[in-house]
């Protein structure tokens, strides 16, 4: 299958500091790019979905001036959390979509953990 | 309500034996696609099978199988000869038509233990 890589796989920063994650495709062009958030023994949940050189669609009840989403290239896209707090500790996975390998399909990235102090 | 409801918190399988994973799902598209992902300690995402809406078939990839029931809307997964390396969280997730632009929502996950 194709990849899709993030960095950094884990970061610890302190509050109120700005924290930037990067989702790249690295052997397809992504078209479209998702970003979830997971806490601990919980689902995935939709933030926004971001299309190449437009602006990300956030889902309800994501605030989009603390969540940055940038997909500026057909493989890299990357979220920018604000002013963190430690309540934006949580698991982030990206995925990507595009015509990979001849299929058109949605594969993840192995995830940024994030810890606020 | 619910898209993707998933009524098991945990399930618990002896080596070899065989398991099934509940999912059930809802949408009013005619056109969709339904996943499992294995997500270890790892956290990583391993795609596991897929199954589309107008497949006939059941879906089977090696040791996994999709019991898919449309008229039910139920899209078990079955694991035969459970190993200890199947111990993991499993998600089922489902896509509204079959685009892959179109986000995955996901259900809350069953997490497996696999006992020797």
């Known amino acids: 299958g194709a990849v899709v890589s993030q960095h950094p796989s884990r970061v610890i920063c302190k509050s109120g500091t700005s924290v930037k994650i990067e989702c790249r495709s690295l052997?397809?062009?992504?078209?479209?790019m998702f970003w979830y958030r997971q806490f601990p023994k919980q689902s995935l949940m939709l933030m926004a979905t971001?299309?190449?050189?437009?602006?990300?669609?956030?889902e309800q009840g994501v605030e989009k001036d603390k969540f940055l989403i940038n997909h500026a290239s057909l493989t890299l896209s990357t979220l920018t959390v604000t002013s963190a707090h430690p309540e934006d500790s949580s698991f982030y996975i990206c995925?990507?979509?595009?015509?990979?390998?001849?299929?058109?399909?949605?594969?993840f990235g192995p995830g940024t953990r994030l810890t606020v102090l | 309500a619910q898209k993707i409801t998933q009524t098991q918190p945990g399930m618990f399988v002896q080596e070899k034996e065989a398991v099934t994973l509940d999912c059930t799902y809802d949408?009013?598209?005619?056109?969709?696609?339904l996943f499992w992902y294995k997500q270890p300690s790892s956290g990583e995402m391993i795609f596991l099978i897929y199954?589309?809406?107008?497949?006939?078939q059941n879906a089977t990839e090696g040791r996994y199988s999709l019991n898919f029931q449309k008229a039910r809307k139920s899209a078990n997964l079955v694991i035969s000869a459970s190993q200890l390396g199947d111990s993991a969280m499993y998600f089922c997730a489902m896509r509204e038509g079959h685009q892959a632009g179109t986000a995955l929502i996901f259900g809350k996950g069953t997490t497996l233990s696999v006992s020797s």
């Open positions: 971001s299309n190449e050189g437009s602006k990300a669609t956030y």
């Open positions: 199954q589309g809406s107008y497949d006939e």
């Open positions: 949408t009013s598209d005619q056109s969709y696609g």
């Open positions: 052997d397809f062009q992504a078209t479209t």
């Open positions: 995925s990507a979509s595009g015509l990979a390998g001849g299929t058109n399909e949605q594969f």
